[in-house]
């Protein structure tokens, strides 16, 4: 019985162990992180190349199906009240409030999360990290940082894609496949979203970006170096930044609603 | 800090363990400026481990290391950063920057820390790679370079802020009799020429012989003898004869601790 004890003690005094050490973590690279913008732009940009421009396709690819689902499903719906013409309208809040931001955020961990932590946590085993320290150079500078701030740079951006190339496949199903007034769609989308819709999403896109590129960050570092623990990471990454994102998501919109 | 004494490196009392594992137990050993230095000794007695320690990737748990007469243990990061600008050093498996290129990894160093101009980087560079042979290979990447060319690229980068003190962790494995050759005299000229102070951990006992001025043999988380190489070939002692003369039999066993060999496969299962 004593023993079942001290497990639960054990394990709530390391998780809050952890959690001090991630926050600590997290304010290390927010202190560096301005220099380095400044000093060192060809780093950042080579990482949001890496973490932005690398997922393009994927983006592209989802949102289209993901906006050209939502207009089949909202037509089907509204169909019932005879609000065909309002699909613009359910389409564009759903993907700029929500489904934007949430599966871009999914997305972003799948494609660049792990490969974040992979190549850190890679880094670490092969004693690349520990050869920065040697050369004098801090490798949470030099590595984390530019790929945290190229992460916090490329999702909003991403989500933004996200959401326009899903307007464009509710556009293609609606008014090609399901023969909405082209004008009734974007008319009534324009009428009914608001600036406040929009900034909902843009904020966030921008947690996620946070909360994303952190614990991919995170993950790599603290890396057991070996090649299971490489692969242990990267499970980790994907699986903790899905939770962290839908959980925030409910806890954002709770809040802004 | 600039404490010019004989004595560049100091360690006192050395007390470090991995969990329940004692690695040292009261280390005490010397390195003297301008020599090069070898640190012998059976596989896992620590010798990567010490290393880290002298550099300060891992803390002591108990006494110190002295360097130039500071205790490494007291200073802070820019303070150590400052200090580690002093060393070079070459790891195992060269640990070169897999995002780089060649040229660039050897640059880097230079790169994050001297505003010289592309030109000049380029000369230095060049010249330190053409010193261990692969000026040729400036532009290959270094996922393609065989273990033996990764670290004399390595090698070239610890060399290109023309060190002070100079560390090789096994810089004698995997490498063609060749680049051995080669490597084994640049490590000695270097040491020579520019006034280096060299550290060289192996348990190569021959390859160390033709290069060190001294020697200490670790085990069992202590010195178990010191002194220039034929010092220790001449030895009495069980233990060095053993380790100089790669015998099976000795006070260092072969074997991890394991129950006896007959009962574990003649005996019956104790189920």
Redesign the interface.
């Given at each position: 019985m004593r023993s079942i004890f001290r497990d639960i003690y054990n394990n709530i005094f390391e998780f809050v162990q952890t959690f001090g050490a991630f926050q600590l973590f997290f304010l290390r690279l927010v202190r560096h992180a301005p220099r380095m913008l400044v000093r060192r732009p060809g780093l950042i940009i080579k990482q949001v190349y890496n973490a932005g421009a690398l997922s393009l396709v994927i983006i592209m690819v989802c949102g289209f199906f993901v906006g050209g689902v939502l207009a089949l499903q909202g037509y089907a719906n509204l169909a019932r009240f005879n609000a065909e013409d309002s699909v613009g309208t359910v389409v564009a809040l759903a993907l700029i409030k929500e489904l934007g931001p949430v599966i871009t955020a999914l997305l972003f961990a799948g494609r660049a999360g792990t490969a974040l932590s992979s190549e850190i946590g890679l880094m670490k085993a092969t004693d690349q990290l520990s050869a920065m320290e040697m050369m004098a150079v801090n490798p949470v500078r030099r590595v984390l940082v530019p790929r945290f701030v190229g992460g916090v740079i490329s999702m909003p951006l991403l989500v933004a894609v996200f959401t326009c190339i899903g307007l464009f496949g509710a556009n293609v199903v609606a008014v090609y496949l399901l023969s909405v007034d082209v004008g009734a769609f974007w008319q009534q989308m324009q009428l009914s979203v608001d600036i406040k819709d929009i900034q909902e999403g843009v904020f966030k896109s921008i947690v996620f970006g946070i909360v994303a590129s952190l614990l991919a960050v995170w993950e790599g570092y603290n890396t057991i170096p070996t090649a299971e623990g490489v692969g242990r990471a990267t499970t980790r990454t994907v699986v903790i930044t899905a939770i962290a994102v839908l959980i925030l998501d409910f806890m954002i919109t709770a809040v802004m609603l | 800090m600039e404490a010019d004494s004989e004595n560049l490196i100091e360690i006192r009392d050395l007390m470090y363990s991995r969990g329940v594992r004692v690695i040292f137990k009261g280390l005490n050993l010397t390195i003297k400026r301008g020599e090069v230095t070898a640190l012998m000794g059976p596989s896992g007695t620590g010798k990567t481990t010490l290393l880290?320690l002298i550099?300060r990737?891992l803390i002591p748990q108990q006494g110190a290391i002295y360097v130039n007469g500071v205790d490494i243990a007291t200073l802070n990061?820019r303070r150590l950063?400052?200090l580690?600008?002093r060393?070079g050093?070459l790891?195992?498996?060269g640990?070169?920057?897999?995002d780089l290129t060649v040229f660039e990894n050897v640059a880097?160093?230079l790169r994050?820390?001297t505003k010289l101009s592309n030109r000049l980087i380029r000369h230095v560079v060049l010249t330190k790679l053409h010193a261990v042979g692969l000026r040729g290979a400036a532009d290959m990447s270094p996922t393609e370079l065989s273990g033996g060319m990764a670290r004399r690229v390595?090698l070239a980068?610890a060399m290109v802020?023309d060190p002070e003190i100079l560390i090789y962790d096994e810089p004698f494995v995997g490498l063609d009799p060749i680049s051995m050759g080669v490597i084994v005299r640049l490590v000695r000229r270097m040491n020579d020429a520019l006034g280096i102070t060299s550290i060289v951990v192996s348990h190569d006992v021959a390859e160390v012989s033709t290069v060190a001025d001294r020697s200490y043999l670790i085990s069992d988380g202590k010195v178990a003898a010191s002194g220039s190489p034929d010092e220790l070939h001449a030895a009495n002692s069980e233990l060095v004869r053993q380790f100089m003369h790669g015998m099976a039999d000795g006070p260092v066993a072969f074997h991890f601790d394991a129950p006896n060999y007959a009962e574990q496969l003649l005996g019956r299962d104790s189920e």
């Open positions: - | 880290r550099t990737q990061q950063y400052e580690r600008r060393f050093m790891f195992q498996n640990a070169l920057l897999t880097f160093p994050e820390h390595a980068r802020m």
